[in-house]
């Protein structure tokens, strides 16, 4: 442009004030013409969508093809861009055990059990599936993501209980370490149910890990089998969180039956599918939380995935221009463990 301007000042016909004054309209009209355009943000991320299928004797379906899914956001049909059975995707497991003292007891069963599920997941898992385990009373311990069995093993044999109980915070941060993770993402929660000493509450947990696309199993071991003595409103809590994002809640009357119910995890696990689609005339509304559907063409067949996900939303004026997206942040500070 700068050569241009110089052309025109040696051109007799052509002031340079007459160019500078052409050149400033131009943008204003352009600057005017930007502002009158609708901005709409556009959002291209690959939502991922884990489902699990059983039918109606509760059986797991393992080879269902991607036409046997209808997947809807918000309401709108979407296409499946991507159909993978879960086994072919690396695994990333955040184990989370209860240390508090209304656990200490059953510890030596949740330890044993633990070491035999995760003895099985990685011997026959994928060779890039990892583990991390988080130890909670009112304190968090946080162990890094290993393929190694061994100190895993370490780890879980030096457990004992002390007092409080951070369920909520240990989800909160083992969703924010699971969110840079590649492939599936799980966290397995051994507790009562009981959460004493978090600084955090159910609802921020629950986003964090909706946010991280984890699915939470939650073992709820019971050392009191009277119900009056249980914290009955605890284990809801877990149950609904488990359910929203498409995972299951195990209930236990002793550590005993734990080797059954890492089974059954590990079952799950290997017979899930991996559904992915990218939004597509998605009717949005201020709410930047999507409701998912997913439905099976087969009437005899039930699925569970997770119920929504955090995505576009209208801004405050409701009109296009003010659409907002809302997705993990991937270059967040981490925040630290609780101490």
């Known amino acids: 442009m700068f050569q241009w301007l ?35 943000r556009v959002n291209v991320n690959l939502v991922r969508v884990v489902a699990t299928v059983r039918n109606k004797s509760g059986e797991l379906m393992g080879k269902l093809q991607k036409e046997d899914f209808q997947v809807l956001d918000n ?21 989370l055990v209860d240390t508090s003292g209304s656990t200490a007891k059953e510890l030596k069963y949740e330890g044993d059990s633990a070491l035999k599920f995760l003895h099985a997941l990685l011997s026959e898992g994928n060779p890039s599936d990892a583990v991390a385990l988080y130890t909670f009373d009112y304190d968090i311990t946080q ?32 969703s924010r370490a699971l969110q840079n993770r590649e492939g599936r993402k799980v966290i397995i929660i051994v507790t009562d149910g009981g959460d004493t ?4 509450d159910s609802k921020a947990a629950l986003k964090e890990a909706q946010l991280s696309d984890a699915v939470i199993y939650a073992v709820v071991v019971m050392p009191i089998t009277n119900d009056a003595g249980r914290n009955i409103g605890g284990e809801n809590i877990l149950t609904y969180m488990a359910q929203r994002t ?22 799950e696990l ?7 689609f990218y939004p597509h005339n998605v009717p949005l509304s201020k709410d930047p939380y999507h409701k998912l ?38 270059d967040r500070k981490k925040e630290p463990i609780k101490k």
Do not use: C
């Open 6 to 40: 110089v052309r025109f000042q040696r051109e007799p016909k052509f002031s340079r004030w007459g160019v500078l004054a052409a050149l400033t309209a131009a943008l204003g009209a352009a600057f005017l013409w930007a502002q009158e355009m609708p901005t709409i």
């Open 75 to 95: 309401g709108a049909p979407q296409e499946i861009a991507v159909f993978a059975h879960q086994t072919d995707q690396p695994l990333s497991v955040a184990l």
């Open 143 to 174: 162990h890094n993501f290993t393929h190694n069995y061994a100190s895993l093993e370490r780890d879980l044999k030096m457990l004992h209980g002390e007092g409080g109980s951070s369920i909520y915070d240990a989800i909160y941060f083992a």
């Open 197 to 200: 000493t978090s600084a955090r």
């Open 246 to 267: 498409g995972g299951k809640t195990f209930p236990q009357t002793s550590g005993t039956q734990l080797d059954k119910t890492f089974a059954d995890i590990i079952a």
């Open 270 to 276: 290997r017979t899930q599918y991996l559904l992915g």
């Open 293 to 330: 559907e997913v439905h099976m063409k087969a009437p005899d067949l039930q699925v569970s995935t997770r119920s929504g996900y955090y995505g576009e939303a209208e801004g405050a004026s409701g009109a296009p221009g003010g659409r907002i997206s809302v997705t993990p942040d991937r």
